[in-house]
């Protein structure tokens, strides 16, 4: 879908709302379709501030990134410590995602086995599958290296804590 198909639909949801669609508003839709990477109410905010143009405020960069949620523009993410992120999805296939626990790095996936589990276990409940998000939390590998290393180095240093006390006491 075209940026400016999305200005009109963003701008028809919005009427229908009794809203209008902004020059801020507009600033924030424009900035969130020019990435293709998960990005914060407040990495927005701060992209807006940086670039020429009218300023936007904190609070109409949440409430356009609420409005464009509803309207099923972006779909929000709880990256973990209850921040959100956001990413486009129009014209985007769905996906899953997996977030690392330590530094919040999000990797997307998609794997029609999962998809088909997941509309034959609806089938098998009495339900009509809509939509579904799928968040898997872990640690990437680089979070995992250095907590492997962390509990290794504690043990290391908890087996030798004996052997220094025996040192000490002789």
């Given at each position: 879908?075209?940026?400016?198909?999305?200005?009109?639909?963003?701008?028809?949801?919005?009427?229908?709302?009794?809203?209008?669609?902004?020059?801020?508003?507009?600033?924030?839709?424009?900035?969130?379709?020019?990435?293709?990477?998960?990005?914060?109410?407040?990495?927005?905010?701060?992209?807006?501030?940086?670039?020429?143009?009218?300023?936007?405020s904190?609070?109409?960069?949440y409430?356009?990134?609420?409005?464009?949620?509803?309207?099923?523009?972006?779909?929000?993410?709880?990256?973990?410590?209850?921040?959100?992120?956001?990413?486009?999805?129009?014209?985007?296939?769905?996906h899953?995602?997996?977030?690392?626990?330590?530094?919040?790095?999000?990797?997307?996936?998609?794997?029609?086995?999962?998809?088909?589990?997941?509309?034959?276990?609806?089938?098998?409940?009495?339900?009509?599958?809509?939509?579904?998000?799928?968040?898997?939390s872990?640690?990437?590998?680089?979070?995992?290296?250095?907590?492997?290393?962390?509990?290794?180095?504690?043990?290391?240093?908890?087996?030798?804590?004996?052997?220094?006390?025996?040192?000490?006491?002789?």
């Amino acid at each position: 879908m075209h940026l400016a198909a999305i200005h009109k639909a963003f701008e028809d949801f919005l009427r229908q709302r009794g809203l209008k669609l902004t020059t801020q508003r507009r600033r924030c839709l424009d900035r969130a379709f020019s990435t293709h990477e998960h990005f914060s109410a407040e990495r927005l905010y701060l992209w807006l501030k940086a670039e020429s143009g009218p300023s936007v405020s904190r609070a109409t960069v949440y409430r356009t990134l609420s409005l464009l949620v509803e309207g099923g523009f972006l779909e929000s993410l709880d990256a973990g410590g209850g921040e959100l992120v956001y990413e486009h999805v129009l014209g985007h296939r769905h996906h899953d995602h997996v977030v690392c626990l330590a530094c919040g790095k999000i990797e997307e996936f998609s794997d029609e086995r999962i998809e088909e589990l997941q509309r034959q276990n609806c089938a098998r409940l009495g339900f009509e599958l809509v939509s579904h998000v799928l968040k898997l939390s872990g640690y990437c590998r680089g979070c995992a290296r250095k907590r492997r290393g962390a509990r290794d180095g504690g043990a290391a240093a908890a087996s030798r804590a004996p052997l220094q006390a025996q040192h000490e006491h002789r």
